[in-house]
């Protein structure tokens, strides 16, 4: 008879077993590139895009962006709000929402970008500044998406360059 001590080893040795094997069988059949579709998961029509998105709390860089319909309703387009504390650059903010969407259906035209600083205390919003790779956005058409989900907050446009 097995002591306990071999027993348990024996065990575990198993289990070990156990999971390599089952995270084969996920790789070569439940991940596999035949099983997956490219889009799966992805934003492929204009009207599940969010008008806004953006941090909930301090200064993030924005993007305004035009985001176009390839599919059921080609040809329509939207204006998009995006802002992300933890992008670095513009730039990453772009590829942020770039990877979220099915690029057969859709379409994404950055119209240029700057800052917004949102303070929940006070519940304001301030816009201001322009990005050195896309250009200035027109803050004033990003203040109207805003309004939409910010109605009772203060928003304002400031003069600051940057």
């Known amino acids: 008879m097995p002591s306990p001590k071999s027993r348990r080893s024996s065990l575990r040795r198993n289990s070990t077993e ?3 094997q089952a995270k084969h069988f996920q790789e070569k059949y439940i991940l596999h590139p035949f099983w997956i ?3 799966m998961g992805k934003i ?3 009207t599940q895009i969010p008008d806004i998105d953006i941090a909930e709390a301090g200064v993030c860089k924005y993007l305004l962006i035009e985001a176009r319909d390839h599919g059921t309703t080609y040809g329509q387009s939207k204006l998009v709000v995006r802002g992300d504390t933890s992008c670095a650059y513009h730039a990453d903010v772009l590829s942020k929402i770039e990877s ?13 970008g700057g800052r917004i600083e949102v303070d929940p205390g006070t519940r304001s ?3 201001y ?3 050195p790779e896309f ?3 027109d803050h004033e058409k990003t203040l109207e998406i805003l309004e939409k989900k910010y109605h ?3 928003i304002n446009i400031k003069d600051d360059e940057y």
Do not use: M, P, V
């Open 152 to 154: 009772q907050w203060t």
């Open 37 to 39: 579709s490219r889009s």
């Open 18 to 20: 156990l999971l390599q």
């Open 44 to 46: 492929e029509n204009i």
């Open 100 to 112: 979220e969407i099915d690029e057969k259906s859709l379409t994404l035209t950055c119209k240029g």
């Open 129 to 131: 500044g322009y990005s």
């Open 135 to 137: 250009g200035a956005a």
């Open 125 to 127: 919003i301030s816009i």
